[in-house]
């Protein structure tokens, strides 16, 4: 066994791929129409194959699941960086709203920001090797 | 920096907007609610959430626009109605812009398959792992592409 798909709510699949590619910078994989929907992946620029799918959060579970986490301000997911305050710097003057500025956690670096489309999620620097 | 408060304070104002059955209140009042002037609550929300209040509301109620003549659940003109619209001239207008195609002809195209195979509001709202094995069973990607 393998992990290499995880998976995300989003409140709009369109809206989701703009943020994740333009703002974050991810690249768009897999577009593939379902119906209203899309089995829609972004993977990142920097190697690795795990992809991350876009999930509409047309299910009332997902959005009751998505909404309780937001408003407890706990990241849906967090993705990792080479540097946590170079990344903050470049996202907030992209517009990101954030709702921990760069902070450290023991010997890891954090943040967390909105990601437009009902989720927190966090960034973090993992120590040095 | 965004506090814990001013994100339940945001998201209340997203769920009030969200709800398309009743009469909506005006903006400036959600902006109230909220404790924000109106013009610093369409900034915050819009940083947030990624589209202005104006914009998630009308989404939100053309996406249930959507589900409901899909299930034949009245006229285009009941619709319009209860997903708060007042002029059916914009509403059609809106929905074609949205989604390519006026309402009459979304229904006329999606109802008549949806009654035959007995489709309940559930069905519109897949998760992630049917989405793929929708997907990938896609005429497209079927195996015999490949042979």
């Known amino acids: 066994m393998r992990i290499k798909l995880n998976s995300i709510f989003v409140d709009d ?13 991810f690249v768009p994989s ?9 089995w829609l992946t972004v993977r990142s620029p920097e190697g690795g194959e795990t992809e991350l799918a876009l999930e509409p959060n047309a299910n009332p579970a997902a959005k009751e699941y998505q909404e309780a986490l937001f408003v407890q301000g706990i990241p849906l997911t ?15 003057a992209q517009g990101v709203e954030f709702t921990t500025e760069p902070m450290q956690a023991g010997p890891v670096w954090i943040a967390v ?13 993992p120590p040095e090797a | 920096m965004i506090t814990q408060s001013m994100l339940v304070r945001l998201h209340r104002a997203r769920q009030q ?23 610093h609550f369409i900034r915050r ?3 947030v959430f990624g589209e202005t209040p104006h914009q998630f509301r009308t989404r939100i109620r053309l996406k249930r626009a959507k589900e409901l003549l899909a299930l034949g659940e009245g006229s285009v003109t009941d619709v319009c109605m209860s997903v ?6 914009s509403f059609s207008w809106l929905f074609a812009r949205h989604f390519g195609e006026p309402p009459s002809f979304y229904r006329r195209r999606f109802y008549p398959s949806i009654e035959r195979l007995g489709l309940t509001p559930s069905d519109f709202a897949p998760e992630c792992m049917s ?4 997907a990938w069973a896609t005429p497209q990607f079927s195996r015999s592409d490949f042979i």
């Open chain 1, 13 to 25: 699949q369109s809206k989701a791929l703009s943020f994740y590619t333009e703002i974050l910078g």
């Open chain 1, 30 to 38: 897999q577009d593939i129409p379902v119906g209203e929907f899309r």
């Open chain 1, 78 to 92: 967090a993705f990792e960086v080479a540097d946590v305050k170079a990344e903050f710097q470049k996202l907030r």
């Open chain 1, 113 to 125: 920001f909105s990601d437009t489309c009902g989720n927190l999620i966090q960034i973090y620097e």
């Open chain 2, 17 to 39: 907007l969200a709800q398309i059955e009743e009469p909506s209140p005006p903006l400036s009042m959600i902006a109230q609610g909220a404790s924000l002037s109106l013009s």
């Open chain 2, 45 to 47: 929300f819009t940083a």
């Open chain 2, 84 to 89: 708060g619209f007042s002029s059916l001239g």
């Open chain 2, 131 to 134: 989405l793929m094995v929708s």
